[in-house]
């Protein structure tokens, strides 16, 4: 009768003492610890007590003394639980007798019997949903204006840039540099459109990241933002200029006739067209501007105006700019046919004599 009785005690004891161990690994589980030194943990923290205490009593009353304290140990870890982890005691039960296959019904109920704050568990907030901003109206796109989107931040913006050349056409993404001057493609990207530098194409110091290169210059058919076209662009050759994320740069000579606006919102540069835009940046590069001035007695000055055109498109309204100390004085030059030049003499207006005159080209347009 005894045996039965302890034996009897002993299952109650185990019993209580897997309850014990399936609370503590459940709460080891929501605390994120290591499965391994939980399980290992768990056990020692429930059975050595009781083991100790078994083997301290005498010989007859080892099983009784185990089965009892096993029953006493285990409950005294429910009662303590819930004062240094508060609230926590509920889900620790269920997702302990979850692990072992036992389903979170029995913990339930187990737990509704248990007395202390175990079964107010209080649940976590729930995650916001994540709302988009509303998105306030875009630029008003007046006339020919366009809207292209962006990609990156600050200077390194990206747009999408159409190439044109005697009929091939490439489309690109181009890093929008307002500080460039010259639109920028590499050499194989150019040899794509068919165009491969000569020996006498112009050269030009370029100023990029890693230094300033020395760089030719091609003249490209067009360029398309959208629907908007520029043409004869003048394509610094620049190499380092590509990137991962792009061709090359855009630069003023193409960007430089419109006016921008940036949305931030809808990640949009707005194009507007200018009313004019003087391409004297691209003509440039292609033309010979020279003069000769004569003096006469009586002050009278008389100049002669030369201008190159070595491209294969004309030149239009190219205006000459005639500067010394004294004034300046411009020299309409017209058109300009491909690979002709014009000359245009002048008689400068009456002023006082210059030590020397200076010529550039004030305005020209393709």
Not at 131 to 136: H, M, N, R
Not at 331 to 356: N, W, Y
Request: hydrophobic fraction near 45%.
């Amino acid at each position: 009768m005894k045996t039965a009785v302890a034996a009897l005690a002993l299952l109650l004891g185990g019993a209580s003492a897997l309850v014990a161990f399936l609370a503590l690994l459940g709460l080891s589980v929501h605390r994120h610890a290591d499965p391994m030194v939980s399980t290992m943990a768990g056990v020692v923290l429930v059975l050595f007590p009781p083991i100790i205490a078994g083997f301290a009593a005498a010989r007859p009353r080892r099983l009784p003394t185990l089965a009892g304290t096993l029953v006493l140990w285990s409950w005294s870890l429910f009662l303590v639980l819930p004062v240094y982890f508060p609230g926590e005691r509920g889900d620790a039960l269920r997702t302990g007798f979850a692990l072992a296959g036992l389903g979170t019904d029995l913990a339930d109920g187990l737990e509704g019997q248990l007395p202390g704050p175990g079964v107010s568990t209080p649940e976590l907030a729930a995650a916001e949903p994540v709302v988009k901003p509303e998105i306030a109206p875009t630029f008003p796109l007046d006339g020919d204006a366009l809207a292209l989107p962006y990609e990156g931040e600050g200077r390194r913006m990206a747009v999408p840039v159409v190439f044109g050349h005697e009929g091939r056409e490439l489309e690109l993404t181009m890093m929008f540099d307002t500080g460039a001057t010259f639109t920028t493609l590499s050499l194989a990207t150019l040899k794509e459109l068919g165009i491969e530098p000569g020996p006498n194409a112009p050269r030009i110091e370029l100023h990029t990241a890693n230094g300033v290169r020395e760089s030719q210059l091609v003249r490209l058919d067009e360029v398309w933002l959208g629907n908007l076209r520029v043409r004869n662009v003048a394509i610094a050759t620049c190499d380092a200029c590509e990137s991962e994320n792009a061709s090359g740069l855009l630069g003023l000579n193409v960007s430089g006739g419109f006016n921008l606006q940036i949305d931030a919102d809808r990640r949009e540069v707005v194009f507007h067209p200018r009313n004019s835009f003087d391409r004297k940046i691209d003509v440039k590069a292609f033309v010979d501007l020279g003069a000769t001035f004569t003096r006469f007695p009586g002050d009278r000055v008389e100049v002669s105006v030369t201008l190159e055109n070595l491209a294969t498109a004309d030149i239009e309204n190219a205006t000459a700019n005639i500067e010394c100390p004294e004034g300046s004085w411009r020299i309409d030059l017209g058109t300009v046919p491909a690979r002709q030049a014009v000359t245009v003499d002048k008689r400068l207006p009456r002023h006082a004599p210059c030590d020397g005159y200076q010529v550039d080209l004030l305005e020209a347009y393709w």
